[in-house]
């Protein structure tokens, strides 16, 4: 089989309910759990992060590089921010493909949180994943 040729754009207004449709397939996941994941203070630092809280490719899809793709461009806008150090995020212990992607593009595993997740009523450590952006 011959793979598709890959386009990319900016996203649009019009692209967002085929986005969270996609999304809320790939990680059912309740919007109040986001905002406790992003609970930290980033306007106590003049330092900058970056955090990815979501990656996902539809599966037919996948292995084709847009993942790998979208990193870069994540890379490439953390970059652009002066004050940026790294861009970051966490990865539930079990995926493997996941994980062997941001070791790929460089990302540094820095620790294993225990229990991190909670879904089901079970808790699953994640690993903390980082890659540093050069300063300037
Ligand atoms: N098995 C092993 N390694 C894999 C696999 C796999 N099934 N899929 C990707 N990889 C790794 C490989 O190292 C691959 O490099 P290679 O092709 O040279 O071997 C590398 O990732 C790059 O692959 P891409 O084609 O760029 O990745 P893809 O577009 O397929 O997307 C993703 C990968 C996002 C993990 C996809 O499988 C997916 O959507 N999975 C379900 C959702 C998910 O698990 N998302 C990540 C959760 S963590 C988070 O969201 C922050």
Do not use: W
């Amino acid at each position: 089989s011959t793979k598709p040729k890959i386009c990319y754009r900016p996203i649009r207004p019009s692209d967002l309910e085929t986005l969270e449709h996609i999304h809320t397939k790939l990680f059912p996941i309740r919007e109040s759990e986001i905002v406790d994941l992003l609970g930290y203070d980033s306007a106590k630092s003049d330092q900058t992060l970056v955090y990815i809280l979501t990656l996902g490719v539809v599966d037919t899809y996948r292995k084709l590089g847009i993942a790998s793709s979208l990193i870069k461009e994540v890379i490439k806008y953390a970059s652009s921010i002066s004050t940026c150090r790294a861009v970051y995020l966490h990865v539930i212990s079990y995926n493997n493909p996941a994980i062997f992607l941001y070791k790929k593009m460089s990302f540094k595993c820095i620790r294993r949180l225990q229990g991190f997740y909670l879904i089901n009523g079970q808790h699953y450590d994640s690993y903390l994943f980082m890659y540093y952006v050069m300063g300037d």
